[in-house]
């Protein structure tokens, strides 16, 4: 298996099988097969040994020892009948026998105490290894199901970005070709069909609009039987899973993770708002956590009141909580004056501050976009999640570490690049959400401009006297080029010219000799 291809080692996955991996490891090491081939065929050999292993049984001695071990014990009587003194035989040989006789321990000779021996061995083994193998199905099961769940999450959240509802059941999120309402192809065919890893997965779709639309959905995942897992999860729209081991999960049980992300993405602070009071929005669109869309937009307006405008679009933009980005201001002579700004203003706001300042002149320039970044957003918190992680368990293999201080300045590197890794993608995802919040509006303010013609035009003379000294302006820039052009490339003449001068010469005598002739 390469390195390169392959971050985790065929060891790593036996330890993951065996259930000795931390459990933030075991939940990278799951995903990881699920996702790599190679990987989970590996695994799936190791687990086909335990299962060999689990099903071993000792067999029954052959029919060929069963008579040696009688006929060896028929012997034996028959010698034990005429039991020789000490003094007239050895202890290892037999009355009227010279060949040596077979040690006994407890009334049984050695191949049966270590025959017996053997046997105490695989037993010690197999209820050694049983109970961890038992274990480490457990955990790959249980790690695997809340890789499902964050998968159905996120799932979720692409059908209700695309099609404004959630989806009724599991099947609608299943593959799909093309894509559609009731088939998304947002997940596989296996956890489409609600049973995976020992687990059975029940989706239950919440309360509905008046248009008949998904607004809340369950999901439950519990284990088939107690060899599959010991735990039940439970996750809603919140995108928080929680577990429970006593009975079944629901909305008030333990959460998986407290610091657990919402997964649905962006939530701005009028929805939450309205949601805490408990009213529904009057257009019927989902009170779930929504699309996070980056709008821009531009617009220009001509107008004669230069100043009146500006003063009113600033009045306008202080009223809808935006503020100027960038302002700024250009006044030519003989050309009207213009304005350009880049605004910030609500998303949520935006509409209403652009129509009243389109009232405010003639809008010469107009145009609105978005663009839609959830999945994006939803992905880089779950690489800040898992960077967190994987800092903590460096921080504690850090706090354990008794090696040498070349290892230590390692992993104090790998600390430090992870952090430095973590804090670029929060700083990038908190740019993402404040370009969510506020739009971006590049504004652009004409002054219609009117020349005003020159009652009294310059006089002959004047002109006359303007095209002279422009005359001899031009005379003087000329010469003094040209002294400069002969100061920087006359050397290099020069040194060219006597390097030619020969070979022109000669050429120039050779030809006047042969026009001669």
């Known amino acids: 298996m390469n390195r390169t291809t392959h971050p985790i080692e065929p060891e790593e996955v036996m330890a993951y099988l065996d259930g000795e991996l931390a459990a933030e490891r075991a939940a990278y090491v799951a995903a990881h097969i699920d996702a790599c081939a190679e990987c989970a065929a590996v695994a799936t050999e190791l687990r086909g040994v335990s299962a060999r292993l689990a099903t071993w049984t000792v067999t029954s001695a052959p029919p060929s020892l069963n008579s040696t071990v009688e006929a060896a014990a028929s012997e034996l009587n028959r010698a034990g009948a005429t039991k020789p003194t000490r003094e007239a035989t050895s202890p290892l040989t037999t009355a009227g026998d010279d060949r040596p006789r077979r040690k006994r321990t407890f009334g049984l000779p050695q191949w049966a105490w270590g025959l017996a021996g053997g046997f105490a061995v695989l037993l010690l083994m197999f209820s ?13 099961n249980e790690t695997s199901v809340v890789g499902s769940l964050q998968t159905l999450i996120t799932a979720c959240v692409q059908y209700v970005s695309a099609y404004g509802r959630y989806p009724d059941s599991l099947a609608q999120l299943g593959p799909g070709n093309p894509p559609s309402e009731n088939a998304a192809d947002l997940i596989d065919s296996v956890l489409a069909s609600g049973r995976k890893s020992g687990y059975v997965f029940t989706y239950t779709p919440g309360r509905i609009n008046s248009n008949g639309q998904v607004l809340e959905y369950e999901i439950t995942a519990e284990p088939m039987n107690r060899e599959n897992g010991t735990r039940r999860f439970f996750v809603d729209q919140s995108g928080v899973i929680r577990h429970s081991f006593d009975g079944p999960a629901n909305a008030s049980s333990v959460a998986l993770m407290q610091d657990a992300y919402p997964m649905g993405g962006y939530v701005s602070q009028e929805r939450t708002a309205s949601q805490a009071a408990g009213t529904p929005g009057q257009s019927g669109v989902l009170p779930a956590p929504g699309p996070m869309i980056i709008r821009t937009a531009l617009l220009a307006i001509l107008t004669r009141e230069f100043d009146d405008v500006r003063s009113a679009m600033e009045k306008i933009l202080s009223a809808h909580g935006g503020y100027a980005a960038q302002l700024n201001v250009n006044s030519q002579p003989g050309r009207g004056r213009l304005l350009k700004a880049t605004v910030r203003i609500p998303t949520g706001k935006v509409d209403q ?165």
Not at 391 to 397: A, D, N, P, S
Not at 488 to 498: E, I, K, T
């Open 128 to 140: 050694t290894v049983m109970p961890n193998l038992l274990r480490s199905r457990i955990t790959a």
């Open 353 to 517: 501050a652009l129509a009243e300042m389109k009232k405010l002149g003639r809008v010469v320039q107009e145009s609105q976009s978005g663009e839609e970044i959830t999945q994006q957003y939803v992905d880089l918190v779950a690489r800040q999640d898992n960077g967190r992680h994987i800092e903590k368990r460096l921080v504690e293999v850090l706090r354990n570490r008794t090696g040498k201080v070349k290892e230590v300045l390692e992993v104090e590197q790998e600390i430090a690049r992870v952090r430095e890794e973590i804090e670029r993608m929060e700083a990038k995802r908190k740019s993402m959400a404040a370009q969510v919040e506020y739009a971006t509006v590049s504004l652009e303010l004409r002054e219609e401009f009117e020349k005003q013609m020159e009652v009294a035009p310059p006089s002959t003379g004047t002109l006359l006297w303007n095209a002279m000294v422009d005359g001899y302006d031009s005379a003087v820039a000329t010469a003094v080029g040209l002294a400069l052009f002969l100061l920087r490339a006359g050397p290099s003449l020069l040194l060219w010219a006597a390097l030619l001068f020969f070979p022109a010469r000669f050429a120039w005598r050779r030809i006047r000799t042969s026009t001669a002739q």
